[in-house]
């Protein structure tokens, strides 16, 4: 991943942050707990919203010492009471991202210092829960959902301030955010290490939680979403292929990700990381894992941020967890039996263009033949400015294309699949040059509006409409509402979408003419 959509994705992030410091709950109890086993977790119970809060919960071992680049490790309690009130420390990463969310604060006339920095550590893998309270403890099971967060898989953490699942398990469900190794402590092919894809070990040991314990708060494990954006979104689709994720969740949401289904690296394509990060701390290039494992965690962020300013992480192929490419798994038809929502926003990168960028630039860069490039130029010619087409390019090629490949991949491995194309431009001149940004979606699935971006009758409107398709989707398997307009299941014979913003309705998806020319979808 280059420089310039790392730097997107942050500022795109940093713009989904409240400015307030995140709290567990301005008001609760202490009256609520779950058991498992023989051990206690005490948590937080509100008494207006009815939701019962499971803040940090352990959920396996710290990956620390030893455990460094080691698989995901079991947690076993050394107490018979555990306290989960508060979150834990963010996985460890350099504070880049911090710094652009203090940015972004300030730029919108706020003070930057009213966000408040999570503490970062190596010992991170602690999930949150959210679930209504049950008086009758022989109650139905609720259905679950998992919400995994973006970052580029090098920043970010479970509880950023639009990733609260409070409102969601207002309506009926218990909602879960998990951790995970970023940067070079998630992802590092070494010779020495068999696993390259820790990360995604992180995720799966948490699913497995969930299949384990999540009954006793009242989930049902026979009905899990998985549900993610960016980064972790397209963590998301790798696990649909993976064999060591199969049937621990039932449903899935992929937002503005899936690109590894048409693009995933080999383990040896990522070596260079290694020689790299042992220069930067050791300045030798040949260093061994236990040589690394004794280098300081914050010190290994910091230097991992330097030798890797312009790249990214994620999933490669070569390890038992993606033994093969997401890609070659859906062409023999091996997809997991999984049902998913997927989408991306219409101005992905508009807001992160360069303002004297154009269409031919890009055509420069990714040259294809004469009679391609003029129909690729007569599709964007509908008098929008260069920007707005060079955004719409770019947008197609990163997430467009990619969504309409998947779930394009997802019919035809037999599982179904629902697209939508997300639109909304919040009022006022500055949201109006963001156009639906890349995240812009988030907080209307999780109602948590920022209060220095403008919300209106609309906004609140559509977030209600979009939180009807997804409660549907996570109860009952199928996006359907008879209060709402249909949203048509995905068929390759016609490639329809659902638009969210200002109008609500079955639409042909913005991109299918861009990736029938860039040959994505063929």
Same mark, same amino acid.
């Given at each position: ?15 989904? @942050? ?12 202490? /009256? ?23 803040? =940090?919960?352990?959920? %396996? ?23 989960? #009130? ?61 919400? @995994? ?15 609260? !699942? ?42 497995? $939680? ?28 790798? *696990?649909? !292929? ?16 899936? $690109? ?44 991992? /941020? ?30 997991h039996n999984v049902d998913v929502i997927l ?18 630039? $890009? ?13 690729? #130029? ?39 699949? $629902? ?14 040059? @963001? =156009?639906?940004?890349?995240? %812009? ?42 209060? *709402? ?29 861009l990736c029938r020319l860039l040959a994505i979808?063929?």
């Amino acid at each position: 991943m280059n420089k310039t959509f790392y730097t997107f994705f942050v500022l795109a992030t940093a713009m989904l @942050m409240n400015s307030p410091s995140v709290l567990a709950n301005a008001e609760t109890t202490n /009256d609520a707990s779950f058991s498992v086993n023989d051990t206690v977790y005490n948590g937080n119970s509100s008494s207006d919203d009815q939701i019962n809060e499971y803040l =940090g919960i352990p959920f %396996a071992a710290p990956p620390i010492g030893e455990l460094r680049w080691q698989p995901t490790q079991p947690y076993t309690p050394s107490e018979s009471v555990i306290e989960v #009130k508060q979150f834990a420390p963010a996985c460890m990463q350099a504070d880049r991202i911090v710094k652009w969310y203090k940015g972004v604060i300030e730029d919108f006339g706020g003070d930057p210092e009213t966000f408040a920095s999570p503490e970062f550590s190596e010992d991170c893998l602690y999930l949150n829960v959210w679930a209504p309270k049950t008086s009758n403890k022989d109650a139905e099971k609720l259905p679950v959902y998992i919400y @995994m967060h973006g970052g580029s898989n090098k920043a970010g953490w479970s509880y950023e301030p639009n990733y609260i !699942g409070r409102k969601m398990a207002e309506r009926d469900m218990v909602v879960v955010s998990i951790p995970y190794r970023v940067g070079v402590f998630g992802f590092f092919p070494h010779a020495d290490s068999e696993y390259v894809n820790f990360a995604l070990l992180d995720q799966i040991a948490a699913l497995q $939680w969930v299949q384990d314990n999540i009954a006793a708060v009242g989930g049902d494990p026979a009905r899990v979403t998985l549900a993610g954006e960016s980064a972790g979104a397209d963590n998301i689709a790798v *696990l649909l !292929g993976s064999p060591m994720a199969k049937g621990l969740f039932h449903r899935a949401v992929v937002q503005s990700g899936g $690109w590894s289904i048409v693009s995933m690296p080999e383990r040896k394509e990522v070596e260079h990381q290694i020689k790299a990060l042992s220069i930067e701390v050791l300045g030798d290039e040949n260093a061994s894992l236990e040589q690394l494992r004794k280098i300081d965690a914050q010190e290994l962020a910091l230097a991992a /941020d330097i030798a890797f300013a312009e790249l990214g992480f994620g999933p490669s192929v070569g390890d038992p967890v993606v033994p093969v490419s997401l890609r070659e798994v859906a062409k023999a038809r091996k997809l997991h039996n999984v049902d998913v929502i997927l989408g991306s926003n219409t101005n992905e990168y508009l807001v992160y263009l360069s303002p004297d960028q154009t269409v031919q630039q $890009w055509i420069d860069e990714n040259p294809s033949d004469k009679e391609t490039v003029a129909a690729i #130029k007569a599709v964007l010619n509908d008098g929008s400015t260069e920007l707005e087409q060079v955004d719409r390019l770019i947008t197609a090629v990163q997430f467009g294309c990619p969504t309409l490949k998947l779930a394009e991949q997802i019919n035809s491995n037999g599982s179904r699949a $629902w697209v939508y194309d997300f639109n909304k431009v919040r009022t006022g001149e500055l949201a109006s040059k @963001m =156009g639906a940004y890349h995240g %812009a979606e988030i907080p209307y699935i999780f109602n948590t509006h920022d209060d220095w971006l403008p919300t209106d009758a609309e906004d609140l409107q559509l977030t209600n409409e979009i939180a009807q398709y997804w409660s549907a989707f996570v109860a009952q398997g199928t996006p359907q509402t008879e209060e *709402l307009a249909q949203w048509p299941e995905f068929s390759e014979d016609q490639r329809l979408a659902i638009s969210l913003g200002k109008n609500v309705q079955a639409v042909s998806h913005p991109s299918i003419e861009l990736c029938r020319l860039l040959a994505i979808i063929e």
